[in-house]
């Protein structure tokens, strides 16, 4: 199973940017779907960007569309997520995600076998 650590959150003003990175440990990067999820207190682990195994498809939810941008890098096992344009609202705990099963990322939690401890991003208006 692979293991999943993030990185890159913190404190950013409302308009700016940030990039969290996730480190996947093994040898098998490539062949696990990766996705992006992002949690507040209180709601629900919701969908943010998902990412296929070559990295040739990429999926976003609306909330995030053409201010996110998610990537991988197979060589170094790591997935990224590119933040731009940060609204108060983006602020919660970022989670990685894997799952091997799949051809294409799962739009739900449940979709996903392995996952992060997660890394918090807050925006201040």
């Known amino acids: 199973q692979v293991q999943l650590v993030e990185s890159g959150g913190g404190v950013v003003q409302a308009g700016g940017s940030l990039r969290l990175s996730c480190a996947a440990s093994?040898?098998?990067?490539?062949?696990?779907?990766m996705a992006w999820f992002r949690q507040t207190p209180g709601k629900e682990r919701e969908f943010v960007a998902g990412?296929?195994?070559?990295?040739?498809?990429?999926y976003y939810a609306d909330s995030v569309k053409g201010r996110f941008t998610i990537s991988r890098d197979n060589v170094k096992n790591t997935v990224y997520l590119q933040m731009n344009s940060l609204k108060s609202e983006d602020t919660a705990a970022y989670y990685c995600?894997?799952?091997?099963?799949?051809?294409?990322?799962?739009?739900?939690?449940?979709?996903?076998?392995?996952w992060g401890q997660g890394t918090q991003v807050t925006v201040s208006s």
């Open positions: 995600a894997a799952d091997r099963s799949r051809l294409t990322p799962g739009l739900t939690k449940a979709a996903y076998s392995a």
């Open positions: 093994g040898r098998t990067f490539s062949s696990y779907v």
């Open positions: 990412i296929t195994k070559s990295g040739g498809n990429k």
